[in-house]
């Protein structure tokens, strides 16, 4: 019997060893079987999630952030305790004693899957099994899924440091509104950081991973309070809070952002504006729309926020003053649904789901609007954001309207979306209460752009009118004929060819055959002026001494310089583009007039000072010049570091000063003498192409350079009188007044090679050192060139008895002049100037 039962357990234990043995092999070859051609676990140790760019500005704001995933990355170190033990406790409380995988945690949840016939299936995966489903594999349910997850968990245990694993988790979870990782999160729920969150908040972070959309805090807020409960009665069991502290925390209120109950941290944003776009444009390109959107970028920009503001309403008050001017009423082009109408929260709901233009503050903020009612004497209104008052009635009375064209009541209807803002007393929106006023975005459009002369960094651009009505870049992106604005090109490559500002060139008619046909230029006054010095002729902007000067001195000289300047890549050399008929941007064009402001030195264009990993390291710096004595500790208090530049030099110093000169006389009695008229120093050129369909001015002073163009996006008339002096002048009067204020101004300088004399600016002839008067100009002239007096210069071109001017100019005599060698020289009459124009493509 003794034997039997031996025999009998021995048999049992036999098959209970066998059976282990083969459940062991099994288990084995499964996990062998699995575990072969898995994902490396080793790169996630390098592995860098993709993480936001943000752009600040010059002060250390933050003015905007690009990212596909709005994800700000925290190193382990720099989580709060706090903030490990909610997540720990909600997710892995064993998490810093197993190996990977917690088998009881398995064991327990298989055992409940079958006991409720898989009604009751619920996860068993711990936080390093989530870090391998979320980086390696996908996160559908399947077993073979959950076996590989285990095998690669159990090796990055081994790999990685429990911290640098918790570092991935909670950098990389989601957790509902475009929010990736615990720093975001906090941000987003709470606009608060991480070591500023209370244990309720943390634990309602630490609810979401399983199923963020099933726990937003308002519309699901039963249960995500009954979820955080949870988190916090473990977060006590686990002995991460004390008795008080759980009790405390369990009866706080459940607030977030988005139950209003915290600002959102949007509000310390800025809106979007055409210069961060134009940002994420540019790096872009440069590094990749991927890396510049997912590789947390700290990019240091150049704008002065001050200066911009002035820069978007000094353009948006020329574009609306000629908008009202031509009484045409457009709105905004959407409606209302009319039962929405019927309710205050109605039409407010609807207004809210509108896109129009929220980013317009000329002389205080635009409203989105939308009519309720068309009465007799007054238009009713709901105002997005306002509530009505007594003292600031929701109505717009009739008389405001009077700058549009035809009947109140053809114009509106109930249900049409508009825009209004509160008129004044004051000038920017403050002040005592007037009325409600109409206002329109304006179908013309423009660009303005403003950049230090010395480093190129841009301080201010406005592409257009509102950057959320339309987001295309007029300063960069919009291709149009600068007009005359490009004439200074073609005299400076004059005076590197050895003119003068008083050499003489003949201002008479032309005939040039083409193969469209013959092409009789002009002059924008339709007046001929004979012999003229080129001081006069950019100065009155003449087209025909323009034409006369890029013959004598070649296309291809002429476009060498534009090329060289950067205002085209590639010039085409037809004589018509010396008068700017060949597109290129603002952008260009400033950044080239900022080389005649410095002497003649290459200057970068940059929107961007400084640009830093999301480790620090800096991968791009603008000013490379070189600072020899910065880290001299010897340099007394009162002297700053010599800072060496090492810029390319364009063009020759004397002859950017001649031209700086010339462009001087544009402001002070030529095309933009009207418009212009600051306390310092200011040169430019105005820019008006056929038809009046773009208009320039482009200027600056020591300091500063600045342009503006304004024309419709699909080109057209821009009305008869439109002119680049009498458009942009006044924008750039507007941005100058105020940015020399900051920035100052002061004599452009004189280079040591600049010999002067006086010259008669109307004849070009040379006048003694002690001449006075309106018609005196003192020239700069190389230091040991002989100026040449009494030569005359046609381009070249023959003109025909059939012209009319050649029988005016034979009747008129010439004037005697004394050559700098004492020589005698008959030129031209004194030109007779007509009306001030501001040139073009004529």
Request: aromatic share 10%; charged share 25%.
């Amino acid at each position: 019997m003794l034997r039997f039962i031996l025999s009998f357990l021995g048999g049992i234990f036999t098959l209970v060893t066998l059976g282990l043995l083969m459940v062991a092999l099994t288990v084995g070859a499964v996990f062998w079987m699995y575990g072969r051609d898995l994902p490396s676990h080793e790169s996630l140790a390098q592995y860098t999630p993709p993480t936001i760019s943000r752009i600040y500005s010059a002060e250390g704001r933050i003015i905007d952030e690009f990212a596909q995933e709005r994800r700000l990355f925290t190193p382990a170190e720099e989580i709060p305790d706090l903030v490990k033990q909610a997540f720990i406790s909600a997710e892995d409380k064993n998490f810093y004693s197993h190996q990977g995988f917690d088998a009881r945690s398995i064991a327990v949840a298989a055992y409940e899957a079958v006991a409720s016939r898989g009604q009751d299936v619920r996860g068993a995966s711990t936080i390093t099994q989530q870090v391998m489903k979320n980086f390696l594999l996908g996160g559908e349910r399947q077993a073979e899924r959950k076996i590989k997850e285990i095998i690669l968990a159990t090796r990055l245990e081994q790999t990685l440091t429990k911290d640098k694993i918790l570092e991935l988790y909670l950098n990389e979870i989601f957790l509902g509104q475009n929010s990736y990782g615990v720093t975001a999160a906090a941000q987003t729920y709470f606009n608060k950081t991480l070591s500023e969150l209370e244990p309720h908040e943390a634990a309602a972070l630490a609810s979401m991973p399983k199923a963020p959309s099933d726990y937003h805090p308002v519309r699901q807020k039963d249960r995500l309070l009954a979820r955080r409960a949870f988190v916090l009665r473990e977060m006590h069991e686990n002995g991460y809070l004390t008795q008080a502290e759980y009790q405390l925390e369990q009866a706080m209120p459940l607030r977030s952002v988005q139950n209003g109950d915290f600002e959102s941290y949007r509000t310390a944003l800025p809106p979007r504006d055409y210069f961060t776009d134009e940002i994420r444009r540019q790096l872009s390109e440069t590094f990749g729309e991927d890396e510049f959107f997912s590789g947390g970028m700290v990019v240091r920009a150049t704008i002065d926020p001050e200066m911009q503001e002035i820069a978007a309403n000094s353009l948006r008050r020329q574009l609306e003053e000629y908008d009202r001017g031509l009484g045409e009423w457009r709105g905004t082009g959407e409606t209302l649904p009319a039962d929405s109408l019927d309710s205050e929260q109605g039409w407010r709901d609807a207004l809210a789901a509108v896109s129009v233009a929220r980013d317009i503050t000329l002389d205080g903020t635009w409203y989105p609007a939308v009519v309720l009612g068309v009465e007799d004497q007054t238009l009713r209104v709901g105002i997005e954001g306002v509530q009505e008052t007594e003292a600031e009635p929701f109505v717009v009375p009739r008389n405001d309207i009077q700058w549009m064209r035809g009947s109140f009541f053809d114009n509106f209807e109930p249900g049409d979306v508009v825009h209004v803002r509160r008129m004044t007393t004051g000038d920017d929106g403050t002040g005592d209460f007037i009325r409600w006023t109409l206002r329109q975005v304006p179908e013309v459009q423009g660009g303005f752009m403003a950049m230090d002369v010395n480093t190129g960094r841009v301080i201010a651009m406005q592409g257009g009118f509102s950057y959320q009505h339309s987001v295309f870049n007029r300063a960069t992106q919009a291709q149009r004929q600068p007009g005359s604005s490009f004439k200074p090109f073609v005299y400076a490559s004059a005076l590197d060819s050895g003119y003068t500002p008083a050499t003489i060139v003949i201002d008479a008619p032309i005939e040039i055959n083409t193969p469209q046909g013959l092409w009789r230029p002009r002059n924008a006054t339709n007046t001929f002026y004979g012999p003229t010095p080129l001081r006069t002729g950019i100065e009155q902007s003449r087209n025909l001494m323009t034409i006369r000067l890029a013959e004598e001195v070649g296309m291809d000289v002429v476009a060498d310089y534009a090329e060289r300047f950067g205002v085209y890549d590639r010039m085409s050399r037809f004589l018509a583009n010396s008068l700017g008929s060949e597109e290129t941007t603002l952008y260009k064009m400033v950044a080239a007039y900022a080389m005649f402001a410095n002497g003649g030195e290459r200057v970068e264009p940059t929107l961007v000072d400084r640009i830093q990993d999301r480790f620090g390291t800096t991968v791009y710096r603008h000013d490379k010049r070189d600072c020899i004595e910065c880290e001299d500790p010897a340099i007394p208090g009162t002297e700053s570091p010599r800072i060496v530049t090492n810029r390319e030099r364009v063009m020759n110093a004397v002859t950017a000063y001649q031209l700086t000169s010339m462009m001087n006389g544009v402001v002070e009695r030529g095309t933009a003498a009207r418009t212009v008229n600051l306390p310092v120093p200011v040169a430019g050129k105005t820019g008006t192409t056929n038809d009046s369909k773009d208009v320039w001015f482009v200027g600056f002073t020591n300091s500063v350079v600045a342009g503006c163009y304004i024309g419709y996006d699909t080109p057209r008339n821009l009305g008869r009188g439109a002119s680049g002096g009498g458009f942009c002048g006044p924008v750039f009067q507007r941005f100058m007044s105020e940015a020399i204020e900051k920035y100052g101004g002061g004599r452009f300088a004189i280079p040591d090679e600049c010999m002067f004399l006086k010259i008669d600016r109307f004849t070009g002839a040379r006048l003694s050192d002690d001449a006075t008067g309106d018609h005196v100009v003192a020239e700069c002239f190389r230091e040991g060139e002989e100026p040449m007096f009494g030569i005359t210069f046609d381009g070249g071109f023959a003109m025909g008895a059939n012209l009319p001017l050649v029988e005016e100019v034979g009747r008129r005599q010439g004037s005697e002049v004394t050559t700098s060698s004492g020589r005698t020289g008959v030129v031209g009459p004194k030109a007779d100037f007509g009306t001030m124009s501001s040139g073009g493509l004529y």
